[in-house]
């Protein structure tokens, strides 16, 4: 159903004819003048031992054909691969290139030869294959076109993702596997998932299970049963999963399960959950973060963790008396101080004593305020403006965008307003990930783009709808 959405993020160098694939391969000549009739009993695709790919076949072979098609005259047609590793590793920088060759024949048997460095390039190729077969409503029958033709392609940025947040509305996992769905149709890699909030803290940990009383109820959490499921499913369509867990602001939904472990902002401040941050005077803070972060990392399997770091409201800290006179014992007088107190343990405590090694990643907003930072592989998420970024590279760090590409606004790009919300896509289009400027150094900094699609007034059913609507989204990513 929601085949060919979220068709953007991808954008590529493109020569050749245009057949409408998304997105753009690289390099495309078409210019053959056969056309054959295809079914689905008339493709076969060769095993390879690799259980990724030989389940995404068996996968795309139901996607080629999604209607009952005619049986006559069907061309034979073989499906091959050439792949240099069969690893299902699946990781940050894991190299996704393919090419699709289909020579003529003089007969009726056809060869289709797919080359990959990897399994995971090899599902793209069979995606990109998968829009070359035209079904014809008139005559219930498929065909593919412009033979013999080839294909080449890579991607543009390592780093092509979403963002998808079920704090602010539990989403189901049958739903999130419906969004990985459609990443995977125009080749996002990685699903950045926003667990916990001030809002709810949905995931149950096996070291803290009174965390999940944050959650908005006892079925509106994720068990590690049901994340690993979601993790090997991604993985099966060469999606990651990137787990945040934003601390220390967005911490009121910890209050739950330990009423200690957050700050009482003082004044009307307390109002707004999302100004509450975890209490840095609790001496049990980093211990527990210690043993909750470590399940985490275990849990998921990708190489990177994202830890927030975005809003904090400093005047929490401040004005509260058992932190101020916290503050006085540690020689503390400020609020950007104890940001850096505060990160300085996580990155470079507890992250080195994960139970599994991870890279950090947090929002640029702890850069903005000056904290410093002495692991320079702490990736930073851009989210304000294009010149942060250029701040962030030229500074060392790695980065990925997700400045103007926020899918639950309806003006994601303040210097164009559209009349209509669906014209929005326009600003996603246009919205380049690299700024013009760069050296070449910096510009290999920038690891990619990310679409977010924040969930405060965004549930299951708009998700879903908001996902297919911006059909073109932000064509800039591959």
């Known amino acids: ?69 005619s049986t006559s005259n069907l061309a034979q047609v073989s499906i091959t691969y050439r792949i240099t590793s069969l690893s299902e590793n699946l990781q940050l920088f894991t190299p996704e290139d393919y090419s699709i060759n289909m020579p003529d024949s003089n007969g009726n048997q056809y060869n289709i030869v797919i080359t990959a460095s990897t399994v995971f390039g090899a599902l793209h190729a069979l995606e990109t294959l998968s829009q070359l077969i035209i079904y014809n409503d008139t005559t219930s029958s498929y065909t ?50 926003h667990l916990i909030d001030a809002q709810s803290f949905p995931i149950l940990s096996t070291s803290y299970p009174q965390l999940a009383k944050g959650a908005f109820s006892p079925r509106a959490v994720y068990n590690s049963t049901s994340v690993k499921d979601l993790i090997s499913y991604a993985q099966y369509r060469g999606i990651r999963i990137v787990p945040e867990f934003d601390i220390p602001g967005h911490a009121a939904s910890w209050h739950a399960g330990f009423p200690d472990l957050v700050t009482q902002c003082p004044g009307n401040l307390e109002r707004n959950i999302n100004n509450i941050p975890l209490n840095v005077a ?16 275990t849990l998921f399997t990708d190489q990177i963790l994202h830890v927030g770091g975005d809003e904090i409201v400093d005047y929490c800290w401040t004005q509260n008396p058992q932190i101020q006179a916290w503050m006085r014992l540690n020689h503390i007088s400020n609020g950007l101080q104890i940001k850096q107190y505060f990160e300085n343990n996580l990155l470079n405590n507890i992250f080195p004593k994960l139970s599994s090694p991870k890279t950090p990643m947090v929002w640029e907003d702890l850069f903005d305020a000056g904290v410093g930072f002495s692991n320079a ?35 994601p790009n303040p210097s164009k307003t559209w009349y209509e919300w669906v014209d929005t ?37 708009i998700t879903a709808a908001g996902l297919q609507g911006e059909q073109p989204l932000v064509n800039g990513i591959m």
């Open 282 to 297: 609790n001496p049990q803070l980093f211990n527990i973060l210690q043993t909750f972060l470590s399940e985490m990392s």
């Open 144 to 193: 593919i076109s412009n033979i013999p033709f080839s294909i080449t392609d890579q991607p543009r940025f390592a780093w092509r993702g979403l963002l998808i947040d079920s704090s602010r509305h539990y989403l189901p996992i049958s739903s999130i596997k419906r969004v990985i769905d459609a990443m995977s149709y125009s080749k996002f890699n990685t699903l950045h998932w």
């Open 1 to 69: 159903i929601m085949k060919g959405v979220l068709c953007a993020l991808l954008v590529v160098a493109f020569c050749g004819v245009s057949l409408g694939i998304w997105p753009q391969p690289h390099t495309v000549n078409m210019n053959g003048q056969k056309t054959i009739a295809v079914g689905k009993n008339s493709i076969n695709i060769a095993a390879t031992g690799s259980k990724i790919l030989d389940a995404g076949g068996e996968r795309y072979k139901n996607l080629f054909f999604p209607f009952p098609g």
């Open 425 to 461: 896509w326009k600003n996603f289009y246009e919205n380049e990930i690299v700024p013009a400027g760069l050296s070449v150094a910096e510009q290999q900094r920038i690891l990619g783009g990310e679409a977010a699609m924040w969930g405060e007034n965004v549930g299951v059913l």
């Open 377 to 411: 592989s702490v990736i930073q998420e851009v989210w304000s403006h294009p010149t942060q970024l250029i701040k962030i590279v030229q500074a060392g760090f790695h980065a990925v965008m997700a400045a103007g590409f926020y899918l639950d606004q309806q003006i």
